[in-house]
C-alpha cells in the first residue's frame, strides 16, 4: 500500500508533464497475483463507505473525469469503479462529438449541466478536456479560440470546488504498442467488434499530436483545486488499483460525516405492528 501512494500518479501544479517519461506498463513492483488482489478488495470496501457518507450527508459531490486515448481503458474503469458505488449515488455521462444544439452554446454548457448533484458521484467518460485535444488536433476550432480555453477550464472547475464539487482528473496512460493489441482484439473478437470503428485509426495515425495536447491540458490544467493524474493503464488490474487508490486519497480529503441522527434517538421505542382490524 505505502508504494502506491496516489502521489506517484501526480505532480506539483507548474511542473510540466512528459509522458515519455511516465511508463504506461509500470505496476509500482506490486505482484498481480498476490497482494494485488487484497488490495483491491481492501480499497474498494472503503470507497463503498466513503460513498454512502458522501450521500448521506450531501454536502459534497465527486466528479471523476476520465481522459485517454480510444481503448485507454475508459469504459472498464467506470466498470471497476462502479463496482464499488450503489448505483443510486453514481451517474455516468460520456461526451460523444456535440450536437448542432451543443455546438450553438459556449462548449462548458453541455458540461455544466451534467455536473453532479450534491451527494452524488458523476464519472465524465470525456469531457470538456476533447475541447482542448480532439478539437485542437483536428483543427476544429482556431488556435485562439481553443488557447483561450485552458484558462476558462480552470476557472470553471474552481467554480465547482468552491461550491462543494471535488474534482478528480484522470488520464488513462496506455502505449502505442497495447493499444495496437487491442485495436486488434476489437477487429477479431466478436463480442468486441461493435466497439471497433475505424475513426479511432485515423485519431491513431495522429498519436504524437494527442500526446502534446494532453500534455498541455495536463500542465495548464493541473491545479490545487482540480488535479490531474496519469494512471498507468496498460495492465488493466494495476490501473484499476491505482484509481482506487486515488479517489480514495481524495474521499479522505473531503472531511465526510454521516449527518446526525433525530434528536434522543435512543427514546424512540419501535412499536409494534397493531392488530389488523377485521
Ligand atoms: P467514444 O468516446 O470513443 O465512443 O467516441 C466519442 C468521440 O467523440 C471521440 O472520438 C471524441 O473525440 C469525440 N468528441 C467528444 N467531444 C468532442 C468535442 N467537444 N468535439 C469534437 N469531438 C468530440
Ligand atoms: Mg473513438
Redesign the pocket.
Known amino acids: 500500500m505505502k508504494k502506491l501512494g496516489s502521489q506517484r500518479f501526480h505532480i506539483a501544479p507548474g511542473e510540466r508533464y512528459h509522458l515519455k517519461h511516465i511508463d504506461p506498463h509500470d505496476d509500482a513492483g506490486i505482484d498481480e497475483k498476490g497482494e494485488a488482489k487484497d488490495l483491491v478488495e481492501e480499497l474498494q470496501a472503503k470507497l463503498q463507505s466513503f460513498q454512502q457518507c458522501l450521500y448521506a450527508q450531501g454536502r459534497h459531490a465527486l466528479l471523476i473525469v476520465l481522459q485517454g486515448m480510444?481503448t485507454g481503458g475508459?469504459d472498464g474503469t467506470i466498470r471497476h469503479v462502479m463496482g464499488a458505488f450503489d448505483p443510486q449515488g453514481v451517474i455516468v455521462t460520456?461526451?460523444?462529438?456535440?450536437t448542432e444544439e451543443e455546438l450553438a452554446h459556449d462548449?462548458l454548457w453541455r458540461i455544466h449541466k451534467a455536473v453532479p448533484r450534491r451527494g452524488m458521484i458523476g464519472i465524465f467518460?470525456?469531457s470538456?478536456y476533447?475541447?482542448v485535444?480532439?478539437?485542437r488536433v483536428?483543427k476544429?476550432a482556431p488556435e485562439e479560440v481553443w488557447r483561450a480555453r485552458y484558462e476558462q477550464i480552470n476557472q470553471f472547475e474552481k467554480l465547482l470546488s468552491d461550491n462543494g464539487v471535488a474534482v478528480v482528473k484522470l488520464f488513462l496512460h496506455i502505449s502505442p504498442e497495447e493499444q495496437a493489441e487491442r485495436l486488434r482484439e476489437r477487429q477479431t473478437r466478436p463480442d468486441k467488434q461493435w466497439k471497433f470503428?475505424p475513426?479511432?485509426l485515423e485519431?491513431r495515425a495522429l498519436w504524437h499530436d494527442f500526446q502534446t495536447a494532453y500534455e498541455d491540458a495536463l500542465t495548464l490544467c493541473n491545479t490545487a483545486w482540480a488535479p490531474w493524474y496519469v494512471v498507468p493503464a496498460d495492465r488493466k488490474w494495476f490501473r484499476n488499483l491505482a484509481v482506487s487508490r486515488i479517489l480514495l486519497d481524495v474521499f479522505e480529503g473531503l472531511e465526510l460525516a454521516f449527518p446526525k441522527p433525530v434528536p434522543d434517538i435512543d427514546s424512540y421505542v419501535i412499536p409494534d405492528v397493531p392488530e389488523r382490524q377485521g
Open positions: 480510444d475508459k460520456p461526451f460523444k462529438v456535440p462548449f467518460n470525456r470538456h476533447e475541447d485535444l480532439v478539437v483536428r476544429l470503428n475513426g479511432d485519431d
